[in-house]
Nanobody, 123 residues
Framework: QVQLVESGGGLVQAGGSLRLACAVS????????MGWFRQAPGKEREFIAT????????YYADSVKGRFTISRDNAKNTVYLQMNSLQPEDTANYYC????????????????WGQGTQVTVSS
């Protein structure tokens, strides 16, 4: 099993920044990639970004490209999501996930999920 614990969410004004963290533990040797998703009330879970377990390959949704950056710290087994220029439409519950697939971009590609962390952007 793989355990994921997100942190770093909160309330921020439009134009501000937040950095989310996802601590990964457990049987990590099968993980190919990590990803971030978000889900707003009444909406489907939306893919944001993914990074290979080695950290060498990243891929972003068009909606966040240029504003959000996914990264990982191998020594700490932690994945980060740096979010800049936040807007009210970025308000959602943000989830970290782990996949056994290469370059997974859909929720069904992921095998393990964190509990989520709330991000609220005020106008």
């Amino acid at each position: 099993q793989v355990q994921l614990v997100e942190s770093g969410g909160g309330l921020v004004q439009a134009g501000g920044s937040l950095r989310l963290a996802c601590a990964v533990s457990g049987r990590t040797f099968n993980i190919y990639a990590m990803g971030w998703f978000r889900q707003a009330p009444g909406k489907e879970r939306e893919f944001i970004a993914t990074i290979s377990w080695s950290g060498g390959s990243t891929y972003y949704a068009d909606s966040v490209k240029g504003r959000f950056t996914i990264s990982r710290d191998n020594a700490k087994n932690t994945v980060y999501l740096q979010m800049n220029s936040l807007q009210p439409e970025d308000t959602a519950n943000y989830y970290c996930a782990a996949s056994l697939r290469v370059r997974p971009t859909h929720a069904y590609d992921y095998n393990y999920w964190g509990q989520g962390t709330q991000v609220t952007v005020s106008s």
